[in-house]
């Protein structure tokens, strides 16, 4: 099994920069691919990045894409967002997840989940 936990998130202004970071314990971290996704209370969960098991493929989703970066350290079982010219349309829980496929997508049925960090961005 792999335990995930989030941290990072906070209230921020638009055009700030903010990094999360995902922090991963139990089965070797270096045999899933990684992801975050958001989710605003009503709405369905979003795609945001995804990072495949070596670290070299990255994808995002077009609404990030530019501004967001994800990346990963296997030696410290670690993943990290970061998050540059944040918008008021990026304010959600940011959750953080574990993936043995790719792609990843929305739909996709993630293994482990992290509990959520939330990321607020003032106008």
């Known amino acids: 099994q792999v335990q995930l936990v989030e941290s990072g998130g906070g209230l921020v202004q638009a055009g700030d920069s903010l990094s999360l970071s995902c922090v991963a314990s139990g089965r070797t971290f270096g045999s899933y691919a990684m992801a975050w996704f958001r989710q605003v209370p009503g709405k369905e969960r979003e795609f945001v990045a995804a990072i495949t098991r070596s670290g070299v493929t990255t994808t995002y989703a077009d609404s990030v894409k530019g501004r967001f970066t994800i990346s990963r350290n296997n030696a410290k079982n670690t993943n990290s967002l970061q998050m540059n010219s944040l918008k008021p349309e990026d304010t959600a829980v940011y959750y953080c997840?574990?993936?043995?496929?790719?792609?990843?997508?929305?739909?996709?049925?993630?293994?482990?989940w992290g509990q959520g960090t939330q990321v607020t961005v003032s106008s």
């Open positions: 997840a574990a993936v043995t496929q790719w792609p990843v997508s929305a739909t996709t049925k993630c293994d482990y």
